[in-house]
């Protein structure tokens, strides 16, 4: 227990410091910010609201951000294993596009039944994540190029590539975005009819938790997970313990890739059903937050993505109710993670202060 | 000649050791002064206290008759004093003149900018390169040069800086034998134009070609201070290493038996060509300590980092019990018989963010039986983690589970030592084994060493110590630039000294 | 032919400018991946200003609005800068992701702060700020030369403002002794230090020079994309500009050539979907080609490790 509590130190301190920034941004806005912060909770159905639409409720409210935050947990998923490698992948955004494209254009339309098309749709979300964060990995193990460089030029490459094609080729008239897949592909059961309400059920959600469960004990348990762990603290170390260094950045990069493969499908092919073309999404850059926020772990990222999404999905109800511009929520999630960047460095001080008391 | 330094009774300590004890001395202007000591004597130390990097704990310093009070290296070079580091500060992708003038530029105001007068600058720097000897092309970029020729654009940045007292802290390490020669003509020209000059060194060669008074350290104190010229080299060897030398350990009788490792040839040039190993060759036999004794620096790490498998660019043959691992990696070497404890404990040896029992497996956490189900089997570790915290007493505070990043280094080096014993392989290589530990803990490595000998295992020991490897070791061999000079299980303290400086051949 | 060299050239020298900026921050050793979000920040800050300008003084900004859009967007580009020097100089965070937040606060900033003002001031919660349409010059006698004259014909006033701009910050890098020393920063600042250089100091103007390089693009692409500050303006070209300059081997002069192609590639590739009767989409295959062309740069030459040697490294004086 005391261990969790020392973990949770930092980034509780940040979360609070930046929610006391808000705060204040709120009240010069001559808003109430207690009022402002329980908006939030209630646009992500975590408090009930005043009232409510046809076929929805707080329940309906609160199974779409669980659905939500499916893609950001794999997104941080993502982060924390490249982090945990010694490396940066930055590129979550444009291996989430590319997945996210491959699985609509291959399965988005077809006439596949529900039970094998979303199977396909979570293979494809790996395979293409995992080919190209080894392309990356194998970059960087062989040719020494910077993995910051080389995943923002994918990124790039990517967002114009698969533009031209959704365009061309799978354009939706009205939308100008891709068109809208088929409910069998979808990783997201919407409008379900349950409990008096429309749901939407995500495969995605539980899906996510699971597989921050299993990266949690990858990382603790596996042979391979602890050979990660290694090369991303002490390469020479690693070396002399007999590990092959640079098929370990590979193999770190595939994981990465594929993690972020999976947030690509949940989010393009089950929050959304369609892609905006030209969009590399923020969502890829925001889980860079959630994951230092989470403490750089797979069980942290959970809750950090959980607070993150909140602050998402509930900012167009805050703003709808009170009149403060949305993006508020971005300002907030960026405050938290310029102290997150930060708590790296308050909490050496901290030590160092500990070492000359003792 | 008055004083141009004066060191009254100055004391420096670091956490654990005494670096500077008690040191007076003088340095009378327009000398060449060399400072002379074994590694860890303190030389460096009492060096950089005189170019204000570090500050004295008690004591005095005077220049020119006046009292240093702060200490700090912008300061010291405007009292004239230049420091030549072993590990040169030069901006590599500028040219010689740039690196010079670097915080000291020649410039044309032109409104608000400052323009660099290049043209000045090159004049400058090119009259100052005649004026001491010491050509370099001014405008070759450093990336470009030599070793030789790096050296001397920082002899040159002291001198633009009008430097008088010119501090080298052990020049020729870095150096192939000719440039040697130009340089130590450099240092003569310089005192010859009035500059004073301290050498820091152990090689007493060049102490004897150039210096004019000598003095001795060891172990933190001054032992004496010498004229050059009334002083052999055999006798220089003996005030640095010392006679009597207390021999605590008891050794038993020598019980070899069959040769375990042989090293044929071992040829290694560093990645800017230079051969830093040169057609080394020597056997070791079960049951033997066999030492290479030397001055750091002189191929003993590219030895270590060779036979353990982790820099494999060498020509030559190793072999281990009769199979040839030449080509093996670090793992299989380990796999075939070879325990390694490497003198960079923190970076090589330990993974120092992982917990104790983590870095206990190092050396098998890979193996199937302790990944039964795919499953990592820490607790095991954990276990062996927890019974070798009590048989080496190792001090931690979370027992198996502690973070070696919190430990000491003394007992971060226990952690090695346990692990890679507890292996009981045929071969072990251990490198600088009691570096950092206290009393009890070196007394109680030295037991283990010789009980390794007693069960009839191969020892290489690297130290840098000379008491330890008299202590410990049936054959001695001495590496003197790169080359093993002397392989042999009689020598006296005083030969070993000799070649080791490099006054024996 | 002339349509691809003008308004590649209107594309490419804000591009260039903002790439000078990183070249400086890079240079003195602090990565800079925020570019992006300066340029956006520093072209909000600009149209702010003539906005609010605007409500007292409609004659003033009728007059001179794009002088005072540039002052205001480079000094709005240079004090958000200071965020990403506090965090990288005085924190010691990492450089990479304290150049991520510096774009993600600038995007959600500017947007809130946008439509909060626009709310607010305006009475509409609108996202954009209008700025007027810039007239176009063609430069006498120069544009009438067959062939070059195209370089020299409708030309933005910013573009002069840039390339003057471009000329003095070469000289002060190059040629002056603060260049010098910010030079060594990112080679050896344990060098420099230990010659007297002020390390921290010049690291701070560095960024700060960065910021205010990259408003004047974001204002300059703010006037020739669209006439108007909107949250289009985060399209990316922050990010192209560090492509450009890691093309121009973070030297000025090759990265005025980069960032020439980079622009003839993006009219080039417009020009050619026109002839070819292509969709307008295609621009985006040919908008992929500065990222592989310097992607395939990288493969063969990232052995020799071109980047200055000491980048993204925090300064520790204790080090040796």
């Known amino acids: 227990m005391k261990k969790v509590l020392e973990k949770i130190k930092m980034p509780l301190l940040a979360v609070t410091i930046s929610l006391i920034f808000g705060a204040i941004v709120i009240l010069l806005l001559k808003k109430n910010p207690l009022e402002a912060y329980s908006a939030f909770l209630q646009g992500a159905g975590l408090l009930p609201k005043a009232n409510y639409g046809g076929n929805q409720n707080q329940l309906s409210d609160f199974f779409v951000f669980l659905d939500g935050t499916a893609p950001m947990i794999f997104a941080s998923l993502a982060i924390v294993i490249s982090l945990k490698g010694g490396l940066f992948n930055i590129g979550v955004a444009g291996q989430m596009l590319l997945s996210g494209f491959f699985a609509t254009i291959l399965v988005g339309y077809s006439p596949l039944p529900g039970l094998v098309a979303k199977p396909i749709v979570i293979l494809i979300g790996l395979v293409v994540g995992g080919i190209l964060g080894g392309i990356v990995g194998y970059l960087k193990a062989k040719f020494n190029i910077n993995e910051v460089v080389s995943t923002i030029m994918f990124n790039y490459i990517i967002q114009y590539t698969t533009s031209y094609f959704i365009q061309t080729s799978f354009v939706d008239p009205v939308s100008r975005q891709s068109k809208y897949i088929l409910s069998s592909a979808s990783l997201t059961f919407k409008g379900v009819s349950a409990f008096g309400v429309k749901l939407d059920i995500s495969i995605s959600f539980f899906l996510a938790i699971l597989v921050a469960i299993y990266l949690n004990y990858f990382l603790n348990k596996k042979k391979d997970g602890f050979e990660i762990k290694m090369v991303g603290l002490n390469r020479k170390g690693s070396e002399y313990a007999g590990v092959n260094v640079e098929k370990t950045i590979i193999k770190t990069m595939v994981i990465s890739g594929a993690l972020a493969g999976l947030a690509g499908v949940s989010y393009y092919l089950g929050y959304m059903q369609s892609i905006q073309p030209g969009v590399l999404g923020s969502l890829g850059f925001n889980a860079i937050a959630t994951a230092l926020l989470g403490g750089v772990n797979s069980i942290g990222v959970i809750f950090a993505s959980l607070l993150l999404t909140i602050l998402d999905r509930g900012s167009v109800f805050m703003s709808s109710r009170l009149g403060i511009v949305k993006e508020i929520s971005g300002v907030i999630t960026s405050i938290i993670l310029i102290f997150s960047a930060i708590s790296g460095y308050i909490g050496l001080k901290l030590s160092e202060r500990k070492k000359e008391e003792r | ?419 890679e014993i507890e292996e009981n392989l045929p071969f072990i290589i251990f490198v600088q084994p009691t570096r950092g530990l206290d009393i009890g803990a070196i007394e109680k490595t030295r037991e283990y060493i010789l009980e390794e000998r007693r069960k009839g295992r191969a020892i290489l020991l690297i130290s840098y110590e000379l008491e330890e490897i008299l202590a410990l070791s049936d054959t001695i061999a001495v590496i003197y630039g790169g080359e093993i000079l002397k392989i042999s299980d009689s020598l006296t303290q005083t030969e070993i000294g000799e070649y080791m400086t490099g006054a024996k051949r | 032919m002339e349509r691809i060299i003008i308004d590649g050239l209107q594309f490419a020298l804000p591009l260039f400018i903002m790439a000078i900026g990183g070249i400086y921050s890079e240079r003195s050793g602090i990565t800079n991946l925020c570019l992006e979000g300066l340029q956006g920040f520093g072209a909000f800050f600009g149209a702010l200003a003539i906005a609010l300008i605007g409500i007292n003084n409609p004659s003033l900004v009728q007059a001179n609005g794009f002088y005072i859009a540039i002052i205001f967007a480079m000094i709005g580009g240079m004090l958000f800068s200071l965020l990403h020097a506090i965090l990288s100089i005085k924190y010691r965070a990492n450089q990479v992701v304290s150049g991520i937040v510096v774009n993600l606060l600038a995007v959600s900033l500017t947007e809130f702060l946008t439509r909060q003002i626009n709310s607010t001031v305006f009475g509409a919660p609108s996202n954009k700020f209008q700025l007027g349409v810039l007239p176009r010059h063609n430069i006498p006698v120069l544009s009438e030369i067959p062939l070059i004259g195209a370089f020299f014909k409708e030309i933005y006033p910013f573009q002069i403002i840039i390339l003057i701009v471009a000329v003095l910050a070469w000289i002060l890098f190059y040629k002056t002794r603060l260049g010098l020393r910010l030079r060594s920063l990112g080679d050896n600042p344990h060098a420099a230090d230990s010659q007297g250089v002020n390390v921290e100091g010049i690291r701070y103007f560095a960024v700060m020079v960065s910021g205010a390089l990259s408003g004047l693009a974001g204002i300059s692409f703010a006037y020739s994309i669209s006439a108007n500050f909107s949250p289009a303006i985060f399209m990316g070209f922050g990010y192209l500009s560090i492509t450009a300059l890691i093309f121009g081997n973070w030297e000025i002069g090759p990265t005025f050539f980069a960032t020439l192609l980079f622009g003839f590639a993006r009219s080039g590739g417009y020009a050619l979907a026109k002839a070819l009767k292509m969709e307008a989409a295609f621009t985006d295959i040919t908008m992929t080609l500065p990222y592989i062309l310097t992607l395939l740069l990288l493969l063969f030459f990232s052995k020799n490790n071109r980047s200055p040697r000491a980048l993204g490294e925090p300064f520790d004086k204790g080090k040796r």
């Open chain 2, 1 to 419: 000649m008055e004083n141009i330094i004066e060191i009254k009774n100055l004391t420096k300590s670091f956490p654990g050791v005494v670096a500077n004890d008690d040191i007076s001395l003088e340095v009378k202007k327009g000398e060449i002064f060399a400072l002379l000591g074994e590694n860890g004597a303190g030389k460096s130390v009492l060096m950089s206290i005189l170019f204000g990097m570090y500050e004295p704990d008690s004591g005095e310093i005077y220049i020119r008759g006046e009292k240093i009070n702060e200490f700090s290296p912008q300061k010291s070079t405007i009292r004239g004093i230049g420091m030549v580091h072993q590990h040169f500060k030069l901006v590599e992708n500028y040219t010689v003149w740039e690196n010079i003038t670097l915080g000291q530029e020649i410039v044309k105001k032109l409104g608000p900018f400052n323009f660099l007068d290049n043209k000045k600058s090159i004049e400058e720097v090119k009259a100052l390169m005649e004026k001491f000897g010491l050509e370099v092309n001014v405008n070759a970029l450093i990336s470009d040069l030599t070793v030789a020729q790096m050296q001397r654009v920082e002899i040159l940045k002291m001198l633009y800086r009008n430097a008088e007292i010119l501090i080298f802290d052990e020049p020729t390490a870095v150096l192939a034998p000719q440039e040697i020669e130009n340089l130590l003509a450099t240092i003569v020209e310089l005192k010859n134009s009035g500059k004073t000059i301290i050498l820091v060194t152990h090689k007493l060669d060049e102490i004897k070609k150039v210096a004019d008074r000598f003095a001795v350290l060891r172990r933190g104190s001054l032992i004496d201070v010498r004229d050059v010229e009334n002083t052999s080299t055999k006798e220089m060897a003996n005030l640095m290493v010392g006679r009597d030398i207390v021999i605590d350990t008891v050794k038993e009788e020598a019980n070899f038996g069959k040769t375990v490792l042989e090293v044929k040839d071992l040829s290694l040039k560093n990645n800017l060509g230079v051969e830093k190993l040169k057609n080394i060759n020597f056997s070791i036999r079960e049951g033997e300590i066999f030492a290479i004794a030397g001055v750091d620096g002189n191929g003993q790490e590219e030895i270590a980092e060779a036979i353990s498998g982790l820099n494999r660019g060498y020509t030559g043959e190793i072999s281990l019990n009769g199979v040839d691992i030449s080509r093996f990696t670090v793992r299989e070497r380990n796999l075939e018989g070879m325990s390694f404890i490497p003198e960079d404990r923190q970076n090589t040896g330990l993974i120092v963010d992982f917990n104790i029992a983590e870095n206990i497996s190092l050396r098998d956490y890979y193996k199937d039986e302790y990944n039964k189900n795919g499953k990592m089997d820490k607790g095991h570790f954990i276990d062996r983690a927890d019974d070798l915290i009590d048989k080496y007493d190792i001090r931690q505070g979370r027992g198996p589970q502690t973070i070696v990043r919190t430990m000491s280094g003394g007992n971060q080096q226990k952690v090695i030592l346990a692990r």
